[in-house]
T-cell receptor, first 112, second 115 residues
Framework: DQQVKQNSPSLSVQEGRISILNCDYT??????FLWYKKYPAEGPTFLIS?????DKNEDGRFTVFLNKSAKHLSLHIVPSQPGDSAVYFC???????????FGTGTSLTVIP | DAEITQSPRHKITETGRQVTLACHQT?????MFWYRQDLGHGLRLIHY???????NKGEVSDGYSVSRSNTEDLPLTLESAASSQTSVYFC??????????????FGPGTRLTVT
């Protein structure tokens, strides 16, 4: 059973606009969350993380929001750039932070 | 620069054959992981190791095995390849800091086709 879900397989956004990628989880024990970005024929690369003691974390154009009561997190990219076109995975971990459960991914296309 | 490499990058094998995928990291990380990526499933954990001589089963471990004889390598073996094991395989590693960040560093992947 999928414990981490990304219900939107794909998303298209105009360059310069905001991209919002969503992720839902079912296990209330998850306390650490990561977002990864993946280009074709490459391995995923780490993008941004958030601990359950926070509800927001920013890094440049990327912001992750966590709503623990709704078991929902989102990644905001502002402004979106064509180079952001990739598949984005969210991942969740409990306690140790060593074993992560990944979502199915959202393919983002940023249109110039 | 530290890195994590996988070999081969592409492999075609026949049903029933034993296959070993190599993973080598120069980060000196204690933790190493094997995932498979399939459409509709995302990344699923196969096996993982927290150090030399330590191995653990992940959520899709049936038909796979690993061994950890040193810090740098975690080879993944398919005992008797099946068509259901056609997938892209990713190796990853992370430091065991006991505190954030817990990010994992991924290799470039191995595309395995079982015919």
């Amino acid at each position: 059973d999928q414990q981490v879900k990304q219900n939107s397989p794909s998303l298209s956004v105009q360059e310069g606009r905001i991209s919002i990628l969503n992720c839902d989880y079912t296990n209330s024990m998850f306390d650490y969350f990561l977002w990864y970005k993946k280009y074709p024929a490459e391995g995923p690369t780490f993008l941004i993380s958030i601990s359950s003691i926070k509800d927001k974390n920013e890094d440049g154009r990327f912001t992750v929001f966590l709503n623990k009561s709704a078991k929902h997190l989102s990644l905001h990219i502002v402004p979106s750039q064509p180079g952001d076109s990739a598949v984005y995975f969210c991942a969740a971990s409990r306690n140790t932070g060593n074993q992560f459960y990944f979502g199915t991914g959202t393919s983002l296309t940023v249109i110039p | 620069d530290a890195e994590i490499t996988q070999s081969p990058r592409h492999k075609i094998t026949e049903t029933g054959r034993q296959v070993t995928l190599a993973c080598h990291q120069t980060w000196n990380h204690n933790n190493m992981f094997w995932y498979r990526q399939d459409l509709g499933h995302g990344l699923r954990l196969i096996h993982y190791s927290y150090g030399v001589q330590d191995t653990n089963k992940g959520e899709v471990s049936d038909g796979y095995s690993v061994s950890r004889s040193n810090t740098e390598d975690l080879p993944l073996t398919l005992e008797s390849a099946a068509s259901s094991q056609t997938s892209v395989y990713f190796c990853a590693s992370s430091a065991n800091l006991g505190r954030p960040p817990y990010e994992q560093y991924f290799g470039p992947g191995t595309r395995l086709t079982v015919t």
